[in-house]
């Protein structure tokens, strides 16, 4: 095999899962795809989470001699801060019309989240151009945040391009000119897009309290 693919299958392993005993763990962060019984599974390691998900299922009964395995998603904290999304809302509400960013971080050494601003290259009301924020030592991207000025929280093609290689969370906080602006959250894993069918009451209340701000 040459030098090139051989590098590639390194940063991106198939592992066959035994029947018979549980897969080694990861060690490190990265991704694998798991060839199982019941189908072909990603799974993904960070810092922050370890997911697996379903991401094909075998359309003939063959009989395949390996173990099974069960989607499931692992976080390294309880929940996100509820005031970083309230103090993203202010962000957003200042910024408009135009659309503004930030990210929402965390560090395993600290266990201590922050709201990171994004540096903007341009925004109007209906783009943003932006780059990253700078990190703090092993600080890692949690929560995508951005705003859609006037528009309501939703997710576009744009952002579905933006967000098809990325593992984090996306939040859109729309109908920025309201006391009570409409939220869009979902969950970004390698292409796979979770949408958030109820957003966490707590966030709704933070940022209703930036109201008056």
């Known amino acids: 095999m040459n030098l090139v693919d051989m590098t590639l299958q390194r940063s991106f392993p198939t592992v066959m899962v035994p029947r018979n005993e549980a897969a080694a763990e990861m060690e490190t962060s990265g991704e694998r795809l798991l060839i199982a019984e019941n189908g072909v599974f990603l799974e993904i390691r960070r810092s922050w989470i370890n997911l697996v998900r379903q991401v094909a299922r075998f359309t003939v ?64 009301g209906g783009s943003l151009r932006y780059e990253p924020p700078a990190l703090v030592g092993d600080e890692v991207l949690v929560v995508d945040c951005h705003s859609h000025g006037k528009h309501p929280a939703y997710f576009s093609s744009t952002d579905n391009e933006d967000d098809r290689h990325d593992v984090k969370m996306a939040l859109v906080i729309g109908n920025c000119d309201r006391s009570n602006p409409s939220i869009a959250a979902r969950l970004c894993a390698k292409g796979i897009f979770e949408e958030t069918e109820r957003v966490p009451q707590a966030w709704y209340q933070a940022v209703w309290a930036t109201e008056a701000v």
């Open 61 to 124: 009964r063959t009989a395949v001699p390996y173990g099974r395995v069960v989607e499931s998603t692992k976080l390294s904290f309880d929940r996100i801060p509820p005031d970083l999304v309230g103090q993203f809302a202010v962000m957003a509400r200042k910024a408009f019309p135009n659309e503004t960013g930030a990210w929402i971080v965390w560090s395993a050494t600290t266990q201590a989240f922050r709201l990171a601003p994004v540096r903007i290259i341009s925004h109007s």
